[in-house]
């Protein structure tokens, strides 16, 4: 059962069309349960459910047959949401005939609901002539056939919408909104090296040079093949020698390389009809009954890969990236954006990751409206397609209509208004209306967001994240490399303070020359603890801030990650020791003030012992909502779960500004939460000193603050603090928010509780 369950998930996984998934389901489930019947029936609008395949009912009743939710034996199990299994359906009150179908003769009836998060996306039925009820094993087969078929179903359905290449038809997808604002401009797709899955469908005009490149990467396939066969000769034997040969023969024009050269005489790009011919062959591969031939779909597979590697670089693009630039990719790093001139990029969709990802950090120090776990995007087709990026929604739309591009058109021209009118208060102090004053920071680690930060009239950084020059590279920076740029960060900002935390990679933070590896990263090997157990790393780095700070003295440094004290203490004796290793090299440094990130929750019932041990706390209140609340920041399939203004959070944020302020102790946050105006108010109402944020943000923030008085701030925190649940306390705001007149700055806020 297992076995099969797997083959026809695989099998599903492949097809390149809804039509082509319906097909599989209904053959391959009917075979696999040996029944007479297999239909599917999807949702049609929000009520009704028609047949949209079967294998054993009359094919013409394909797309005819209709019913509502609660109509007939499908529409009741829609309804009910729960499996039906019946031995003689006719004589069910909720039975209704079709005589298109030709269903008369069968007597059984199992139905079961497909879902996907939570929605019921149709109805999978199985039937019979026999009069007999369905026994346990085969209903939890076909329940648990539904359940992995639910995502691939609501998959197909996605990007059915541009199902035929080269057509162009809006479309719109939906992700979570990872960055404010919005943009209209083309997409450049970024795809990973030798992903066949990732290959932009693009045509060529030089069919020749095409081929040419092709037949240079097959030959440099086959040659690594046969000084792999060489190498490995003395260890094969007679059969495997010929696995080898019959592998490296699959390139031959008599056999694939002959279908890809058409392909590419077609039109086609060399890169594109590889992949296109190889993904095909997988697919015939894994569909095989022999469990020997299926497994040689990864063989197909590798070598697919082999050939697509070469064919990469035999053809490296000069990307170019047009005005209005939305990059578009699957898990886009901080490289992907540095390399695109920033006056050129509007817009960002990623189809991996969550509005917490640090892709979308950065993306939000930058100002780029951003969305992000666009699961469905049919990302390899869009190269050069014009794209609207709804970043308050977490909506795409591919080849806008006019009536959707005029209406994004006006969004745009009102944020820029908006932008435009909050320049006014860029030097005015950041306060209260009775005079209650709050210094705003900023968070940084591009060089862009640094003078964005300065044009917004930051008060100091209170975050630059140093992994992200760790990114940036092909190898460790070296000491000296690392302090030209500490140097340019703290000079920059100069007199203002500068707090660098020290190294935090782990968790989505990957660096290309250091891959980490693990099944559950952000429980893993992160921040500090990668950097306590490598001390070379750590006291080079500190070593760097500290020659970098001569003269300036406006370092602050900080911990990632601090878990127990006893990291906290190794962490500090290493600082001190390079300290005095830099003072006995003649450097004249003062020691920086050195502090901690809240960001785990033990260490939120230890404020007492860290505060005792260092001169500041900030919040992370990115990573503590993640780990208070048990929600993967990165996953977007629990992302409505991750609320940063869960009631647990905001009373784990008011015990640490209390603790931390019972031990006179300067406490700040620097989550994306800061950056927040509702969620700002509430901070500064617990008894933050400083909040820092994107500098995007910055003045929203400003703005609502002057706006309030200390008092309204002390009733809305009581009022807030007093809730049960997240999206009370985000109505409970938004109504104030409304009441005060405020509610145009809150479209701007980091997350998007009061998109109107
Ligand atoms: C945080 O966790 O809130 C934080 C500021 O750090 P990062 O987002 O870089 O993990
Ligand atoms: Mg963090």
Redesign the pocket.
């Known amino acids: 059962m297992l076995d099969s369950l797997r083959r026809i998930v695989q099998e599903v996984n492949t097809a390149a069309s809804l039509r082509e998934v319906l097909n599989i389901i209904v053959a391959r489930v009917r075979s696999a349960m040996d029944t007479e019947v297999c239909s599917v029936y999807l949702r049609e609008g929000k009520e009704h459910f028609a047949l949209m395949a079967t294998e054993g009912l009359r094919a013409e009743a394909i797309g005819k047959v209709r019913l509502e939710r609660g109509e007939g034996l499908v529409g009741l199990v829609a309804a009910r949401e729960e499996p039906l299994n019946l031995d003689k359906a006719d004589s069910h009150k909720a039975y209704r005939y079709f005589p298109e179908t030709g269903e008369e003769v069968f007597s059984s009836f199992l139905g079961v609901p497909i879902i996907h998060h939570r929605q019921v996306l149709g109805v999978l039925v199985v039937q019979e002539t026999k009069n007999r009820k369905f026994d346990e094993g085969e209903e939890a087969f076909l329940v648990t056939m539904s359940a992995q078929l639910a995502a691939v179903i609501a998959h197909a359905e996605a990007t059915g919408g541009l199902a035929e290449i080269g057509q162009k038809a809006e479309a719109r997808f939906l992700g979570v909104g990872g960055a404010p604002g919005v943009a209209i401009g083309k997409c450049v797709v970024i795809t990973p090296v030798a992903d066949l899955k990732a290959v932009p469908f693009a045509k060529s005009d030089d069919v020749d040079a095409e081929l040419q490149y092709f037949y240079d990467s097959i030959e440099a396939v086959k040659k690594d093949i046969s000084g792999l066969s060489a190498q490995l000769e003395s260890h094969l034997n007679k059969e495997e020698r010929i696995l080898f040969d019959a592998y490296a023969g699959l390139l031959d024009d008599a056999s694939v390389g002959g279908e890809v050269a058409e392909r590419i005489r077609s039109g086609l790009s060399a890169q594109y009809a590889w992949s296109e011919v190889i993904l095909e062959h997988v697919a015939v591969f894994s569909r095989m009954d022999d469990p020997y031939l299926r497994e040689r779909a990864s063989d197909v597979r590798d070598l697919g890969a082999r050939v697509l590697a070469y064919l990469q670089q035999a053809s490296p693009e000069d990307k170019q990236y047009p005005d209005n630039t939305v990059l578009v990719g699957e898990e886009l790093t901080a490289s992907n954006l540095a390399e695109v001139p920033v006056d050129k990029l509007a817009g960002i969709v990623s189809i991996r990751g969550s509005s917490?990802s640090?892709i979308a950090?950065l993306a939000r120090s930058l100002g780029i409206p951003t969305v992000m776990g666009a699961v469905d995007l049919p990302f390899t087709r869009l190269e050069g397609h014009e794209i609207v990026v709804d970043g308050y929604r977490g909506a795409v739309y591919s080849d806008p209509s006019e009536q959707v591009r005029v209406h994004y058109e006006e969004i745009l021209n009102e944020d820029k208004q908006l932008v435009a009118s909050l320049e006014s208060i860029k030097d005015l102090p950041c306060e209260t209306v009775d005079k209650h004053r709050v210094e705003l920071w900023v968070?940084t680690g591009l060089v862009a967001d640094a003078m964005l930060s300065l044009e917004r009239g930051a008060e100091g950084v209170g975050?630059y994240?140093t992994?992200i020059p760790f990114m940036l590279r092909e190898r460790f920076p070296s000491e000296e490399e690392q302090r030209v740029v500490y140097r340019e960060q703290l000079s920059t900002f100069a007199p203002r303070m500068v707090t660098m935390?020290t190294l935090?990679i782990g968790?989505d933070?990957a660096l290309p020359y250091f891959p980490i590896s693990e099944d559950n990263p952000f429980l893993g090997w992160r921040?500090i603890r990668v950097t306590l157990d490598h001390p070379e790393i750590f006291l080079g780095q500190v070593r760097a801030m500290l020659k970098a700070s001569e003269g300036l003295d406006n370092l602050r440094i900080m911990l990632?990650m601090i878990s127990n004290v006893p990291e906290l203490e190794v962490a500090l004796m290493l600082i001190y020791r390079a300290y005095d290793e830099i003072k006995d090299e003649g450097y004249e440094v003062k020691m920086p003030p050195v502090g901690v990130?809240i960001?785990v929750p033990a260490a939120v019932y230890q404020i007492d012992a860290i505060a005792d041990r260092v001169d500041f706390l900030?919040?992370?209140?990115?990573?503590?909502?993640q780990y208070l609340l048990a929600v993967d920041r990165n996953n977007p399939r629990v992302a409505d779960l991750y609320h940063s203004l869960h009631p647990a959070v905001l009373k784990a944020l008011a015990t640490i500004a209390a603790d931390a302020r019972a031990k006179n102790t300067p406490v700040s946050v620097?989550?994306?939460?800061a950056g927040d105006p509702a969620a700002a108010l509430l901070l500064v109402g617990m008894g933050y000193d400083m909040l820092s944020m994107n500098a995007t943000n910055l003045l929203k923030v400003k703005s609502v603050i002057r706006a309030v008085s200390s008092e309204q701030i002390r009733i809305l925190l009581s009022d807030v603090l007093g809730l049960t649940d997240a999206p009370s306390v985000n109505r409970r705001l938004e109504e104030a928010f409304k009441r005060a007149g405020l509610s145009r700055v809150m479209r701007f806020g980091s997350e998007s509780h009061f998109v109107d």
């Open positions: 917490n640090h950090i968070n975050l994240r992994e935390r935090d968790g933070k921040g990632p990130m960001e900030s919040v992370g209140s990115n990573d503590l909502t620097c989550g994306e939460l």
